[in-house]
C-alpha cells in the first residue's frame, strides 16, 4: 500500500496546480462517499426510497397548485404518452 501511495504521490508532482486540485476534490468525493455509504443503513431499500420520493413530489405539486391555482392547463394521458409524443404534427 505505501509503495501504491509513494507512486501516486510521485505522479502528482508531474501536475499542474489545477490538475492537483482536480485530485484532491476528487479524493475528498471518494471519501465523502465511503464514509456516508457506511452510515447509511443497509435497511432503506429501494421502494422506500421511491415511497419518500412520490411523497415529496406530490407535496411539491400541492403546494405548486396552491400557488399557481388552477390557471395551467393539464395534459391529457395522451399527450404525454408515447404515442402522443411521437404523432405526425402538420
Known sequence: M?????EIVRKLH???EIKILEVLDFVE????????RALRPFSND?????????????CL???????????IPC??????????IYEEHP
Not at 505505501?2 to 509513494?6: G, K, R, S, V, Y
Not at 405539486?61 to 390557471?71: K, L, M, P, S, W
Not at 395534459?75 to 402522443?84: I, K, P, T, W
Open 61 to 71: 405539486a400541492d403546494e405548486f397548485q396552491r400557488y399557481i391555482g388552477n390557471t
Open 46 to 58: 429501494l421502494v422506500q426510497e421511491d415511497e419518500e420520493f412520490e411523497a415529496t413530489a406530490d
Open 29 to 36: 468525493f471518494l471519501a465523502w462517499d465511503e464514509k456516508h
Open 75 to 84: 395534459l391529457s394521458d395522451y399527450s404525454v404518452s408515447r404515442a402522443g
Open 2 to 6: 505505501e509503495t501504491l501511495i509513494a
Open 14 to 16: 508531474a501536475l499542474s
